[in-house]
């Protein structure tokens, strides 16, 4: 991070490569993005791409934002989700459903597991 890398690029239809030099720095890119429904506002739209260390948190953000728009209903989309963190999944989940059993697990031993929602959320309290 903050070091920087000097890339000698050679392109089509040029004889001399291009020297450029380049600073690399950490890009964060957001698992979480949301919006009003343009069609009807009282709709909120949470799109969650991936489950990382920050989806929880991202994920709570949204809700907060969409609620303070007053949004009444949600759709959550896991549309082209890469997957990620078990841990982010199960924290997402909690944010909208009761503490029960909310997830399974099976590991490649077919050994299955529980994984407790940790608490209720957002639809227990707003809808």
């Not at 009003?36 to 994920?59: A, C, K, N, Q, W």
Request: net charge neutral.
């Amino acid at each position: 991070m903050g070091t920087t890398v000097r890339l000698n690029l050679k392109r089509a239809g040029q004889t001399e490569p291009l020297n450029v030099s380049v600073t690399r720095e950490v890009i964060e890119t957001p698992s979480v993005e949301w919006r009003t429904l343009d069609e009807d506002p009282s709709v909120g739209y949470v799109h969650i791409r991936m489950f990382t260390e920050r989806t929880v948190e991202e994920t709570r953000q949204a809700l907060q934002d969409l609620q303070a728009k007053g949004a009444l209903r949600l759709i959550v989309d896991l549309r082209d989700n890469g997957g990620g963190l078990l841990d982010a999944a199960v924290g997402v989940a909690s944010q909208f459903f009761p503490p029960v059993s909310c997830c399974t697990s099976s590991d490649a031993t077919s050994r299955n597991g529980h994984i407790r929602s940790k608490r209720a959320g957002w639809r227990s309290t707003s809808c």
